[in-house]
């Protein structure tokens, strides 16, 4: 059976939910799957995410973040060797223009088919993007962590990052736009079907 | 039993659906709730609503519209007596600057308990907010119309209109915010109960 | 010659500059203009302005006030009866769904040929629209206080109310739109201009 | 005499005007600054650039363009090995997912002190931030060629691109947000100081 990583992240930012842990949860049962939370933090979250990937030796990878603004899903096709937190990661630590991997090239494309991915997601009735900013936080160090272990060590394997807009309870006021966790898990489940395709 | 009318839309401006009666459809089956469609026309959809009330005598009214752009469930606080089209309604008509009731007044308040409304939608987890412009479009058309019947012929009739965003599958590329339609019955729901309390 | 009475506000929330004022201010030596400041409290406010309306008997009124977060100057259509302030005013009160006018209508229209003064501030090259809510803050009481006069004991003079948006120095991180001062003065002149023809 | 290269843009997309260059002919005259036209095409406008780099040998190079829906100068952090146009260019060619150099790297950084620029254009009064995606049209594909010839050509050469909002007359409807061309200029010439100081 094909392997499929999935993970997501814990709440940041004083947030009680992370939608995207709360979408990945809900694919936890899916045939192949295994679904991983990481802290958020730079530290941590990228040694759970090579551990987790070492445990399950999957074939396609993808990682979930919470892209707070954003209305639909969107497919990362960039990910910079850059942190810079404007705000610290859940262990205090806040990197301001640091690189990721000193000797690491300045950005790698997603390995994913994120244009086949976008179409999927919109298929099943839900917005979607290619976005080629995936920030400079905890989510980018987490995208180009697993491109610069596809780049270096695993190169059969495929993977991306996705990320998903607000859950509808963390934005009460309106003022944000956001996305159903369950539509955002059906997201999640055209963007896998789509990359295995 | 307390008797509710709900209204909704039938889709305008090329969409193929309207969110407003995808949403209301959903709570057609809710105990003492009547469900009716209404044309997006100026002239055919204030006979309508007048002709379901008379119908079903209701205890509480409320109509509800797609407000394409906004993120949440919207309690409008006013209708204002004006007829102002950007775009053509699905009769083809579209007038300018007119007055809908020639002698009635500038405008009127509704008769919901909005901001209890908002709380309701919030508890529910559901973002929500007080709006003071149902635009000048056929949604303030009906909103004035009601609160109109209200003030003139139905004094204990307790009544208003609420907006719902974009349904998902309207906003594809994802360059609007959008609102899951179960989400936007749920939220319509909790407008019903505090509407009643 | 003709008499017209601009207004404009302090800053409040915070800021340190009031676009308002600023843009009032650079056309305080226009031909026949008299610039008043006004304070932002409900309480000064209204009696400010109606002072000045007694002191300089103007042909036309225009009251402008600043809306964070619009991109072109507004031509408010519409003023409610209604004091609902999400912050306090500069005096510390903070009127919760009060009526303006205990006896007065729900709304009046402005007596501003608002159409024609978007298409004038167009024609300037500077973005314009009708406005069908100007809040229900110290802005939407000026522009009732203003609409019940002339509604009430001035029927010949003609006056209504404009938002302009933040000036750039208020919004140095971008992430609110603004509008140059001086091209906000451009657009009042465009806007009295429209007014008077 | 320290020599700048600055380019703007010509239209494109149907409008009549480009901030980009409408801001740049104003810093024609600054001194040390040579002002280059660059068409609006994947494949004029990269000969265009390195031909005014070579006639000019600049020390400092500073590419503008428009970005339609933004509020503040940006400093552009990141170009990426990628054409990929949502709209033909003003040649009618339309590039799908091609790299601008086949043997180049996925990204590059800016030379320009992306930071400090912002901090200079907010200190004269003007919304500024650092951007991490210049898009995947033909600023993407300028900003791409020039870091690639500082790269591997001119490593003692600073250079970036800097995108800038609509003018006001772009956006007369007030649908998006603008900045006064004016403003823009003055922010440019923040941007300079910036980079050479």
């Not at 094909?2 to 997501?8: A, F, K, S």
């Not at 963007?191 to 295995?196: I, K, N, R």
Request: charged fraction near 15%; charge should be negative.
């Amino acid at each position: 059976m094909t392997r499929i990583l999935l993970t997501g992240f814990e709440p940041f930012g004083g947030e009680d939910i992370n939608p995207s842990w709360a979408a990945v949860s809900l694919l936890a049962d899916d045939p192949g799957v295994t679904a991983v939370l990481l802290d958020c933090t730079f530290d941590s979250a990228a040694k759970q995410l090579l551990a987790a990937v070492e445990r399950t030796d999957p074939d396609l990878v993808v990682c979930v973040g919470q892209a707070g603004g954003t209305v639909g899903i969107e497919l990362e096709r960039v990910a910079v060797n850059l942190d810079d937190a404007r705000i610290p990661d859940n262990a205090g630590r806040q990197p301001v223009d640091e690189p990721i991997e000193p000797s690491g090239p300045a950005a790698y494309f997603s390995s994913l088919p994120v244009k086949e991915c976008v179409a999927a997601v919109r298929a099943a009735g839900l917005p979607a993007s290619v976005s080629n900013s995936a920030g400079t936080y905890v989510c980018n160090h987490i995208a180009y962590t697993l491109a610069h272990l596809i780049a270096t060590e695993r190169p059969t394997l495929r993977g991306g990052f996705v990320h998903v807009p607000y859950a509808p309870q963390q934005v009460p006021s309106g003022n944000q736009p956001s996305m159903a966790v369950t539509d955002a898990a059906n997201g999640l489940r055209a963007v896998v079907a789509a990359a295995l395709a």
